[in-house]
C-alpha cells in the first residue's frame, strides 16, 4: 500500500515563508512523479508544482513560479515544497500526490493516484 503524509503547515505573515515536506512509504516511489496541489475554501483542488522521479525537470504553475520550489530525495521517499514571498492567496490545504506511470509531467489532478490527508497553510495580511 502506498501512504503519504505532508508536514510544515502553519501560519506565517505576508513575505514570509515556509517548507513543506511529503513522507512516502512505497518501494517503487523512486519511479514516481510526485507534485504539489492546494484547495482553498470553496474551490477546486489546484495543481501547484510537480517533480519528475529522477528530479530533473520541473514544472509550476503560473501563480507561485519564481516563489516556490519543488525537490525531491528519493533516498529519504520525500518530496518537498519551499514556499517564499508568501502571499494571502497562497492560504490552502496542501496536498502532495503520486503519479505512479511517471513518464511525463502532468498538471492533471486525475493522474495522481494517491494522495496525504493534506496540511494547512495560512498568510496572513
Known amino acids: 500500500q502506498v501512504q503519504l503524509v505532508e508536514s510544515g503547515g502553519g501560519l506565517v505573515q505576508a513575505g514570509g515563508s515556509l517548507r513543506l515536506s511529503c513522507a512516502a512509504s512505497?518501494?517503487?516511489?523512486?519511479?514516481?512523479?510526485m507534485g504539489w496541489f492546494r484547495q482553498a475554501p470553496v474551490a477546486e483542488r489546484e495543481f501547484v508544482a510537480t517533480i519528475s522521479w529522477t528530479g530533473d525537470r520541473t514544472y509550476y504553475a503560473d501563480s507561485v513560479k519564481g516563489r516556490f520550489i519543488i525537490s525531491r530525495d528519493n533516498a529519504k521517499n520525500a518530496v518537498y515544497l519551499q514556499m517564499n514571498n508568501l502571499k494571502p492567496e497562497d492560504t490552502a490545504v496542501y496536498y502532495c500526490?503520486?503519479?505512479?506511470?511517471?513518464?511525463?509531467?502532468?498538471?492533471?489532478?486525475?493522474?495522481?493516484?494517491?494522495w496525504g490527508p493534506g496540511t494547512q497553510v495560512s498568510v496572513s495580511t
Open positions: 500526490g503520486a503519479d505512479r506511470k511517471g513518464l511525463i509531467l502532468t498538471t492533471e489532478i486525475q493522474d495522481f493516484e494517491d
Open positions: 512505497g518501494r517503487s516511489f523512486k519511479t514516481w512523479a
